[in-house]
């Protein structure tokens, strides 16, 4: 027995007969036909008298849906549920979500666009077209162009369309039927009920075990153990955090600390422990022009780049400072002098002692010897002799 009929369909040999055939069948008022060709054929959306696709207007709303789930996640995280002052901008910091807004409008209506691709043009929840597994179809991605009347169109009429097929020069005519149902055993009721039994006892033994089990002793002596959140309020000392700052003196794990912290013009210093290689000078000179030099000038002269805004510093060339020890300025550096601040957690200990052995680069090229001259003399006549 022949399953029932789902459209009569034809092959053409060339572009144009397709195109002719295609305006041909429009024009007679089918509206439940399709063309299959192997390549886009120019013109086809004129001749088939094809509405401008729906799709757009899809992928519209989705991106306006986007756009508004951005605003109100962005305004409910950020101004109800969790506000938090950023960079002193408001709560509400509309530029800084445009990101935000951009992505969730373009994600849903990208998204939007290739699901609604499926719905509209592959009939989606379904996947089995008729004409799919057809001789016809094999030809109209080979060499053919084909076209295929639904039997649905209300203007159908099997031996009218086929005459009409052979008048336009039809090279073959196929009645394409509906395939046969095909059962797959996965959805076979016995099947189904296991998945459904198994399912059900699954989520209810996690459910008993996550929400029962749990809080029954003695499994609920991990959970119940006595415990402070942080950012909490402490459980112990009323209107006290429960996050507690160390007690005073209290020194990381391989931390020493600076002996000598707090303590104007100390007797005793470190001594430097970093030779002055070139490597070290070059750290030296990077951290001296990033933290001493907008006070106390690109050459130490004290030509301060805050001038008006904070006291000047002395020069770095006087005769006290340059008879300063190294462990000295490291000290200065560290417990700041009197006006001048610590800059302890601006620069790390090898930092310190680097930007020591710079000054001390500094104070001896500014104040340069006789003797000093020769040596660069020599080194001169070597580097011209060569
Ligand atoms: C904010 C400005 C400022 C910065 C930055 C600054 N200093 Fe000073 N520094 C001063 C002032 C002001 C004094 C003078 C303090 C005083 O009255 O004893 C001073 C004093 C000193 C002295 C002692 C000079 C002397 O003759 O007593 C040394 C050494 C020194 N600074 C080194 C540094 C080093 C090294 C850095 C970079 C890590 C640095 N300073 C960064 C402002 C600054």
């Excluded at 800084?96 to 409008?105: D, K, M, S, V």
């Excluded at 309020?233 to 912290?261: C, E, H, N």
């Excluded at 106390?296 to 510093?313: A, E, I, K, M, V």
């Excluded at 560290?334 to 957690?345: A, D, R």
Aim: hydrophobic share 40%; glycine share 6%.
């Amino acid at each position: 027995m022949r399953n029932r009929l789902f459209a009569v369909a034809a092959l053409f040999e060339s572009p144009d007969k397709i195109i002719k055939a295609a305006d041909a069948v429009a024009s007679q008022g089918f509206r439940k036909f399709d063309v299959n060709t192997p390549y886009p054929v120019h013109g086809m959306d004129k001749a088939m008298k094809l509405k401008p696709s729906k799709l757009g207007f899809v992928t519209l709303f989705f991106g306006l849906t986007g756009t508004a789930i951005g605003l109100i996640l962005t305004y409910w995280t950020m101004s109800v549920d969790y506000p938090l002052v950023i960079g002193g901008k408001p709560f509400f910091a509309l530029p800084a979500f445009i990101p935000i807004l951009f992505e969730l409008t373009v994600l849903l209506a990208t998204l939007a666009t290739v699901f609604g691709m499926f719905a509209f043009f592959f009939n989606l929840p379904h996947n089995d077209h008729p004409i799919h597994d057809t001789e016809y179809m094999k030809m109209t991605s080979y060499d053919k162009y084909g076209i295929y009347i639904e039997s649905a169109d209300e203007h159908f009429d099997e031996s009218k369309i086929k005459r009409l097929f052979t008048d336009l020069g039809a090279v073959k005519i196929y009645d394409l039927a509906y395939p046969e149902k095909i059962t797959y055993p996965i959805f076979e009721p016995k099947f189904v009920t296991f998945l459904i039994i198994t399912f059900v006892a699954v989520s209810g033994a996690t459910y008993l075990t996550l929400n029962k089990l749990l809080y029954i002793t003695p499994f609920n002596w991990m959970m119940d153990q006595l415990r402070e959140d942080v950012q909490d309020v402490s459980q112990y000392l009323p209107d006290q955090p429960s996050m507690r700052t160390p007690v005073q003196g209290t020194v990381a794990r391989g931390f020493i600390p600076y002996p000598y912290k707090g303590i104007n013009n100390p007797t005793e210093v470190l001594t430097n422990p970093i030779l002055p290689t070139q490597e070290n000078l070059n750290l030296g000179r990077k951290k001296y022009l990033s933290y001493c030099s907008p006070c106390h000038g690109n050459f130490g002269n004290g030509d301060s780049r805050l001038r008006g805004q904070f006291p000047n510093p002395p020069t770095l060339h006087s005769k006290r400072a340059r008879e300063f020890s190294d462990g000295m300025i490291y000290h200065i550096i560290t417990n700041g002098q009197n006006v001048m601040p610590s800059y302890e957690s601006q620069v790390t200990r090898e930092e310190r002692w680097a930007i020591v052995n710079y000054i001390r680069v500094l104070q001896r090229a500014k104040n340069a010897q006789e003797s000093d001259l020769e040596v660069a003399k020599k080194e001169f006549e070597k580097n011209a002799a060569q």
